[in-house]
Structure formats: structure tokens, C-alpha cells
T-cell receptor, first 113, second 111 residues
């Protein structure tokens, strides 16, 4: 069974640009969550999608947005990039409406110059 | 979200047992105790979870205090591949599926 895949793995952008990251969950998983990891703040929850609907959102500015498609694949977008957005962005999927484990992808390393 | 407290770092030797403690004094009756770990340059991976009783799986054991205010993750025989940051997380049975990560414990394994 294929794991969670994220593309691209590495990305370099400049301030003011926007970026779109992609996540493909494990087959059959309908919940996708996104997290940001930085050395200073650690792992922080961004948002969770289930059946194309955002179910929960973390404490991030509106520049961070996401969506989920009918095949459960998800994208997150960051507009007007700032230097502080440099981070590892992790996607995780899990089976629907359960407290069971989340399966994480390898992440996308975003560098903002 | 209920908080957990873990030591910043721990060190152990290869092939010895490791006991990673976690305090969660504000845990509620509907909170499960989950453990994840993050190996270098990888995303977090699930280790184990439990509610009240001790739990075992192929990776580790989870010992939960009778009052549920603390728990211990036990690696029975550590290997170099167990060097990682270990996170203790509380998750509600129902509701939001987000994981709230603390700073975790950085485990170093000496050969």
C-alpha cells in the first residue's frame, strides 16, 4: 500500500510570491491534515479536510489556505510569502472520523528568500 | 487542548530498555494518549496509543498510570534506529482530528 506522497519535496521562493503544495493521501483515507514545522515553533496544525470540507483550522493567517478534491487529494496554498514561512510542510492522512493514527508524508521543504 | 509535559532529552545505550515519561495532569476522560516519533529528516510516525490499560505492539509498550495523569513509553531494547524525537499527545475520542504536538523528547542512543 503506497504511503502519503507530497510534491514537490523542495521548493525555493522569494518574498511576495505564492506557492502551492500537493498531498496525495493513502488510498481510502478521506481525512487530510496539514502541519507546519519550524525550529522555533515546532509542529503546528494548519488545517484538516474531510470529504472536500475544511473541518478544523489552526491559528494561521488567511494567507494560508487549502482545499481537497473529490479523490481526497489535497493542496495547500500560501500567498504573499514571508521569510517566516520557511518551514517543512507536512501532510497526514487517516481513515474517516476515527481517533486512530495519522500517516505522515515526507514533507515539502519550503525556503523563502 | 490538554497539555503534556516531557523531558527535553534523554540518552540510553543500544540494546537497553528505554522509559520515556509523559505527564498529562489535565487529561479528561475522553482523551486517548498517543505517541508519535520523528526520525531525522522524516515525517512523524505513529508508535502506540491507549486509553486506560497498558498496551503493547511490535514497536513499544505504553504504561498508563492508574489516575491517567502520566504515562510511559517503553522501548524494550533500543537500537540506533530508535534515535528520534518522541511526542506524547492527547486526542479526544471524537471531534477535531488534529494532533497538538509539544516539544517532545529527543532520544539519543549510544552504540
Amino acid at each position: 500500500k503506497a504511503g502519503v506522497t507530497q510534491t514537490p519535496r523542495y521548493l525555493i521562493k522569494t518574498r511576495g510570491q505564492q506557492v502551492t503544495l500537493s498531498c496525495s493521501p493513502i488510498s481510502g483515507h478521506r481525512s487530510v491534515s496539514w502541519y507546519q514545522q519550524t525550529p522555533g515553533q515546532g509542529l503546528q496544525f494548519l488545517f484538516e479536510y474531510f470529504s472536500e470540507t475544511q473541518r478544523n483550522k489552526g491559528n494561521f493567517p488567511g494567507r494560508f489556505s487549502g482545499r481537497q478534491f473529490s479523490n481526497s487529494r489535497s493542496e495547500m496554498n500560501v500567498s504573499t510569502l514571508e521569510l517566516g514561512d520557511s518551514a517543512l510542510y507536512l501532510c497526514a492522512s487517516q481513515r474517516e472520523t476515527s481517533y486512530n493514527e495519522q500517516f505522515f508524508g515526507p514533507g515539502t521543504r519550503l525556503t523563502v528568500l | 487542548d490538554a497539555k503534556t509535559t516531557q523531558p527535553n532529552s534523554m540518552e540510553s545505550n543500544e540494546e537497553e530498555p528505554v522509559h520515556l515519561p509523559c505527564n498529562h495532569s489535565t487529561i479528561s476522560g475522553t482523551d486517548y494518549i498517543h505517541w508519535y516519533r520523528q526520525l531525522p529528516s522524516q515525517g512523524p510516525e505513529y508508535v502506540i496509543h491507549g486509553l486506560t490499560s497498558n498496551v503493547n505492539n511490535r514497536m513499544a509498550s505504553l504504561a498508563i498510570a492508574e489516575d491517567r495523569k502520566s504515562s510511559t513509553l517503553i522501548l524494550h531494547r533500543a537500537t540506533l534506529r530508535d534515535a528520534a524525537v518522541y511526542y506524547c499527545i492527547l486526542r479526544r475520542i471524537q471531534g477535531a482530528q488534529k494532533l497538538v504536538f509539544g516539544q517532545g523528547t529527543r532520544l539519543t542512543i549510544n552504540p
